[in-house]
């Protein structure tokens, strides 16, 4: 919906720029400005939307998947079902996931449209590479939420620490001098116009973040082949 708001934007950039309060985010509308239109949708969409919501969605779609069972008493009752316990996490880690990624990319495929309705456009494989290595993303978020819920009993407390953590993490990212430590400057405005720019996906940061997921789900796996169900 903000896109639709892009020629607002574009009238209003010298103010937007006069009342950001940090030089980070004066840096930031410069960027939209230099970029278009293509570089507000990255910036709209994926950098504050997925960042934030979809942060927040990763951490509480983790939170409860093994811990919840464990506070509500139902654990002993999950466990008893006629498979592996392999394959019940593995099978409710990948409906986490899916839960973020299908999201993330319907509402990019929606962007053409919305753009028609302003007069703009924008290519659809740059959106979907996007909705990709934003997925990464949180999906290393999700997962490291995720193994902790594997040995845990209080998704509450695990939901808490990790929120606060991600956003001290962004909080980081909007801070020039330590902007450079932040894990949110893996899918940043920068790294979005790469991929609408025509480069593909990054194989170093995608990998990692892909190496990220399974190692958590591998430790997960094995802790919670040894968890007792009381």
Known sequence: GAILFFPNFEGNIGALRAMAPLESLRSMVDQLEEG????????????????????????????????????????????ARPVSRARLLVERFALGWLALFVPILASSLSVPWLLSRIDE??????LVLCSVHETLLLGAFYAVAFAWSAVGRNPVRIAFVMLFLLTAEFATYLIMKVTHY?????????????????????????????????????????????RLPA
């Open 36 to 79: 278009g239109i293509a570089a507000y949708v990255v910036g709209q969409h994926y950098f504050k939307g997925c960042n934030t919501l979809g942060t927040a969605a990763a951490v509480l779609f983790a939170c409860g998947a093994v811990a919840g069972e464990a506070q509500r008493g139902t654990l002993e009752i999950w466990l």
């Open 182 to 226: 932040s894990v949110f400057r893996l899918a940043d405005i920068d790294d979005f116009m790469r991929l609408v720019d025509g480069a593909g996906l990054d194989p170093w940061i995608c990998g990692s973040l892909a190496a990220v997921q399974l190692a958590a789900l591998g430790f997960a796996l094995w802790a919670f082949r040894r």
């Open 121 to 126: 456009s924008m290519d659809v494989r740059p």
